[in-house]
């Protein structure tokens, strides 16, 4: 997703919905990693970072085997022959919401919907390199090649397949994912005389065993997903359930050598259901996993999603330098402005030669005191290096009272500004209808200057800058940095509102003499 779509526009696909795609808006609702105590936040290795509950509603969404992370959403399939696309919402790094889910059947060689337990019981799922999506089935033991998750199947001879030549009907391939040296299989059972793994090695396979950590190997743990790193670690899911005991779950991490090592055992009082999906995310030398549990379309179980990071796989990364570029040394007439706040005094210098519009209007607000008493209401903040990151927003919130008519707009390929760290822009729905809010950017945020080649009208004008900020940063980010109300606001919005916002006192401006 580019960043200048999430900053001001509600979320969009990265990739082209399958048409025949069927929407909806899920109900949520968010649990903690330990339900008798808020502040659990470590199992083990990981460190839990959000999660939901899943509502069935109408669609009876649920079912869900296996998870996958691709374009920025989790791809699943479910045990009834589906496949789900998830967009998560995510608030410094932490999963809020689901905020949307795609659906559509998983079809045939022949283009059929498949129907009954021995077609439809899809248990993995992995984007294999060329893009397309390899589906492992059980009952009717196969995978199936799709290059586009709502068009027909495609058979496969795939030689891994002969790892579930023996299972028992309900019990075949569970995981299927991509590994830096081939694909890597595990089947739903252990300490048989079949090994439960397979992989991919040399231009052959090589089959093991993969035990689960106690107190799962007593409890007749079994794998149930697996996905892997671009190091080479794979993260296998293990999960267990008895009636008098209960769910438990246990995640451990298997490197290129076949050696397992345990990374969190999850017992009661920890958030527990059928757990059968697993997906590694990877960004900014971090690594995350994404959980999903497995309601089998019960009243008794919960279609859990949950979002870990692993604490041992983070590595400190150094961010590539910013382009070089040709330095302007020509000096342009500003003036210079305090916002005054409760938090402190910002102050910044209005580009009132190369945005004399934009900022002339900021300067009629300021002189008429149509800012004092209004607020920074916004925080948005981009889970991104460096961090914090994200911008806040403030000014009139379109109050009739206070608000002029709206202003022409100076795009930044005119002004020859841009939206870097401390840029003040103007907030708009389209060109010309600029008045009284205003954010400012706490990091480079280019994607929003105007983009001339873009056929898309907003982004083709993007958004008008007019000063930046020279002192006063620190306060920024205090105001960036206060508790939002994960309920309040509307749309893309919810969750970014400032949950008791930040009140302007004062705009004013700084006399020559500073006084």
């Known amino acids: ?56 509603g109408e669609q009876e969404i649920g079912g869900i085997s296996s998870l996958e992370w691709a374009d920025d959403k989790l791809f699943a399939v479910t045990d009834d022959g589906r496949w789900l696309i998830m967009t998560p919402d995510e608030l ?52 199936w090649r799709y290059p586009d998750l709502d068009g027909d199947a495609q058979e496969t001879d795939l030689a891994i397949s002969d790892l579930a030549f023996d299972a028992a009907d309900n019990s075949g391939m569970e995981t299927l994912t991509q590994s830096t040296e081939g694909l890597l299989a595990c089947g739903e059972w252990t300490g048989s005389d079949m090994p439960n793994c397979m992989r991919e090695r040399g231009g052959g396979l090589v089959s093991f065993e993969v035990s689960p950590p106690a107190p799962l190997d007593e409890r007749r743990g079994v794998p149930t997903d697996a996905d892997c790193a671009s190091d080479g670690t794979c993260y296998i899911l293990f999960r267990s359930y008895s009636p008098d005991q209960g769910n438990a779950a246990a995640i451990i991490a298997l490197s290129s050598a076949n050696e397992a090592i345990p990374l969190a055992i999850m017992l009661p009082p920890l958030t527990l259901d059928n757990f059968e999906g697993l997906t590694v995310r990877e960004e900014y030398g971090r690594t995350f996993l994404y959980l999903a549990s497995d309601n089998n379309f019960s009243d008794r179980q919960r279609t859990l999603v949950m979002k870990f990071e692993v604490q041992s796989a983070r590595k400190d990364i150094v961010l590539p330098p910013p382009p070089s570029t040709e330095i302007d040394s020509a000096v342009y007439e500003t003036v210079l402005v305090v916002i005054e706040t409760t938090l402190g005094e910002i102050t910044v210098a209005l580009e009132t030669e190369r945005a004399p519009i934009t900022a002339s209007n900021f300067l009629r607000y300021a002189d008429e005191d149509r800012f004092d008493g209004t607020v920074f209401y916004r925080a948005m903040r981009l889970n991104r290096d460096p961090r914090p990151n994200g911008l806040i927003q403030g000014g009139t919130q379109w109050d009739p009272k206070r ?36 954010s400012i950017m706490l990091q480079d945020q280019v994607g929003l200057d105007a983009q001339p080649d873009s ?36 749309g893309w919005m919810k969750g970014q509102m400032i949950a008791d916002p930040v009140t302007i006192i004062d705009v004013r401006r700084v006399s020559p003499s500073g006084d």
């Open 1 to 56: 997703m580019t960043l200048n779509k999430a900053l001001f526009a509600a979320l969009a696909c990265a990739v082209a919905l399958p048409v025949s795609a069927q929407g909806v808006l899920p109900q949520t609702t968010p649990i903690a990693l330990d339900q008798s105590s808020d502040n659990e936040t470590i199992v083990g290795d990981l460190i839990y970072r959000g999660g939901v509950i899943v509502e069935p």
């Open 92 to 143: 410094d790094g932490r999963l809020v919401d689901i905020i949307d889910i795609q659906s559509g059947p998983l079809r045939s060689t022949k283009g059929k919907r498949l129907k009954g337990k021995d077609e439809a019981d899809s248990e993995a799922l992995t984007r294999a390199d060329d893009g397309s999506w390899l589906v492992a089935f059980e009952h009717d033991h196969r995978i």
């Open 403 to 438: 608000i002029l008519a709206g202003i022409a707009h100076e795009p930044t390929s005119i002004t020859g500004l841009s939206h870097t760290s401390g840029a003040l822009s103007m907030a708009m729905g389209e060109p010309g209808t600029a008045n009284g809010d205003f």
């Open 455 to 490: 056929d898309e009208p907003v982004w083709k004008n993007g958004y008008a800058v007019f000063g930046y900020v020279t002192e006063g940063m620190d306060v920024v980010t205090a105001i960036h940095s206060a508790k939002v109300d994960p309920d309040k606001g509307e």
